[in-house]
């Protein structure tokens, strides 16, 4: 594509002469709250259809004034004055890579960390609010959705928990099958979104399954990150379409997009051009070629506006790109733009929270759904569970009470047993980090709180997750391995290995809060079990290690784990030459002496089941209070 921009003289003399026609304008012109809220507004762009401002008289228009934002320590400064302000229709954000298209519109949208932030923005004339990110619509720009759930399931599940009490359950459903309907979802309504194990839905009606889950508020703005991003030029044509339907129903649609092709690019009202954070164009879309014209650049018949402008700002030296923001600056567009006013009859509506356990039994709901649909965190921990089961048993098949064999294989029975469960529990991390993306984004959507989606996790998943696979291995490896035989000793063996279960996936609940990248919260998770493993004392005597590191023993749930275990077979029971002889002449009560394990009354077994439940809950706190302090903003 080319680009044929007069030379630099010529361009500067045009401009010369353009700032001294408008020059003066800009001096009187006042920014948007310092004008009369009695004032008619003056439209942002002059080719949105009249009939739009009939449909709703609660239209919102959003400005924005000096937005200044700076990142990391080197304070690289992202955007640079940028003011503007969008009403109802498609509005676009353009721009090469690393312009600040996403910044921009996360800033708008109270996605973004505040620190380097200044300027300020109104939503119909007023100050946002601190619940205004709840009341609107945001579409990340990837598909952060439950797989396991129909399409039908996923909007349902958003309106039961974004939508007011007041709302009846048939009230409800009419909201969704209409947003189906509107965006072209009948087809494959029941249909499940789809995981790695499950075929579901195309990227297509992925996508816009995300912006129906945005839709089941109204909002009056709604923003999108990058919409067409990873679709084919179709599917990408198809989705537009869809929000351009939902514009002319008066809605702001505000979203960034890299490189449209044409027949998308029809569907915009409004640009906002940005280069390198600065604005080189904010007005209609129809009168963005005119506007380059008239500064000396002029797009040829059948070249893509879109991709004329963007070769625009890159094809430009440095000289001629300020000449651009410059020019911008100083223009009647700019001067309109700046004296736009939203009235301030228009009344934002925010959302009104759900009651707690409304909120906690959608999500419990929903949580269940996805653990028992799943194939990868249901089916396969009960086959992998009997599997290593089975050769738990096999390995370790009936022991003898005999001292030559009895002892070891015993000890190495319950190191093995409970290394198994706490190792196995590794494979509920990789979840873990893939809900946390979800999470993120519904909680900070206003979908449900924090301590909602914990007590959900632990009373649907974690728990039940552990809870069956456990069973099912306490039985077969209890009775094949030869174990002493009575309920109560049973129910204590079960009882560890739960326990053991649920402390190895509070302790990957612990890391992927903090964490979230797979590879290094797997190794963190792993070395937190080997450290544990070798303060154990199965491996080495405790008393041999240097003293100063001592003190890890009693933070080793391995430990505490096989402690149990040992105390409760070991106790009570006597070890005989061979199996042919009554002579027994060691008794459990000294192996367990030998090994430096306490028993003299019940309460030494008990204590450790109480250390290890101490852990429990402090890892799982911790974890708690991290999902309520971690960044959830980019």
């Not at 996360?106 to 932030?117: F, Q, S, T, V």
């Amino acid at each position: 594509m080319k680009t044929h921009p007069l030379a630099d003289e010529e361009k500067e003399n045009i401009v010369l002469s353009l700032l001294r026609q408008v020059g003066s304008v800009h001096d009187n012109i006042g920014f948007i709250e310092s004008i009369p809220s009695e004032l008619t507004p003056i439209p942002l762009f002059n080719n949105f259809q009249s009939h739009i401002a009939t449909i709703n008289s609660q239209l919102i228009s959003i400005s924005f004034h000096e937005i200044n934002y700076f990142i990391g320590q080197s304070k690289k400064q992202i955007l640079r004055n940028v003011s503007g302000g969008f009403s109802p229709g498609m509005n676009a954000i353009l721009g090469p890579s690393g312009c600040g298209k996403s910044s921009l519109l996360d800033i708008l949208a109270d996605r973004k960390d505040k620190n380097g932030l200044s300027g300020r923005i109104l939503v119909s004339g007023k100050p946002r609010s601190e619940t205004f990110k709840y009341s609107i619509g945001y579409v990340v720009q990837e598909d952060i959705i439950s797989g396991t759930l129909s399409v039908r399931e996923n909007l349902m599940f958003a309106a039961n928990v974004r939508l007011q009490r007041s709302k009846t359950p048939d009230e409800r459903i009419t909201i969704v099958n209409k947003i189906i309907q509107d965006l072209g979802l009948e087809r494959c309504a029941d249909t499940r979104i789809g995981t790695n194990f499950i075929r579901g839905v195309s990227g297509g009606e992925k996508r816009r399954v995300c912006i129906g889950m945005e839709l089941v508020l109204s909002p009056n703005i709604l923003f999108l990150d990058e919409p067409t991003s990873g679709l084919d030029a179709s599917t990408a044509e198809t989705v537009m379409k869809c929000l351009h339907k939902l514009s002319r129903e008066g809605c702001t649609i505000i979203f960034s997009i890299h490189q449209p092709r044409y027949s998308i690019f029809k569907l915009f009202d409004t640009i906002l051009l940005l280069s390198a954070g600065h604005t080189i164009y904010l007005g209609p879309s129809n009168d963005i070629l005119s506007y380059f014209a008239s500064h000396g650049f002029k797009c040829e018949d059948h070249d893509n506006p879109a991709d004329f402008a963007l070769d625009v700002i890159i094809q430009c030296n440095n000289r001629s790109s300020t000449v651009l923001q410059s020019s911008y600056l100083q223009s009647l567009l700019y001067s309109n733009n700046e004296s736009l006013i939203s009235n301030d009859d228009n009344i934002f509506h925010e959302i009104v929270s759900r009651s707690r356990t409304d909120e906690l039994y959608y999500v419990c709901i929903r949580t269940f759904q996805n653990t028992i649909r799943d194939p990868a965190m249901a089916a396969s921990q009960i086959i992998v569970a009997t599997l290593l089961a089975l050769l738990t048993g096999l390995v370790f098949n009936q022991i003898q009470a005999t001292v030559e064999k009895g002892v070891q294989n015993r000890l190495g029975a319950i190191f093995f047993i409970i290394v198994n469960q706490i190792y196995s529990t590794t494979t509920a991390l990789e979840p873990l980090l893939q809900e946390r993306a979800l999470f993120i984004h519904e909680n900070v959507s206003g979908y449900y709180r924090v301590s909602t989606f914990f007590i959900a996790k632990l009373i649907c998943d974690l728990l039940p997750m552990r809870l069956v696979p456990s069973i099912i291995y306490s039985i077969i490896t209890y009775f094949m391995s030869g174990f002493q035989i009575s309920i109560d000793r049973f129910f204590i063996y079960f009882l560890t290995i739960f326990m053991s279960t649920v402390f190895g996936s509070a302790i990957c609940f612990f890391v992927a809060s903090f964490v979230p990248i797979f590879v290094v919260s797997l190794i963190i998770v792993v070395f937190i079990f080997v450290l544990m493993m070798v303060f154990s004392g199965f491996l080495i005597d405790l008393n041999s290690i240097f003293s100063f590191l001592r003190w890890i023993q009693w933070f080793s749930a391995f430990r505490y784990a096989t402690n149990l275990l040992t105390i409760n077979e070991f106790r009570n029971l006597t070890f005989c030459l061979s199996n042919n002889t009554q002579i027994c002449p060691i008794t459990g009560e000294e192996i367990l002496k030998q090994r430096d394990i306490t028993y003299t009354n019940s309460w030494d077994m008990w204590k450790n089941l109480l250390a290890l439940s101490i852990m429990i809950v402090t890892f799982l706190s911790i974890a708690f209070i991290q999902l309520i302090r971690m960044k959830k903003v980019k």
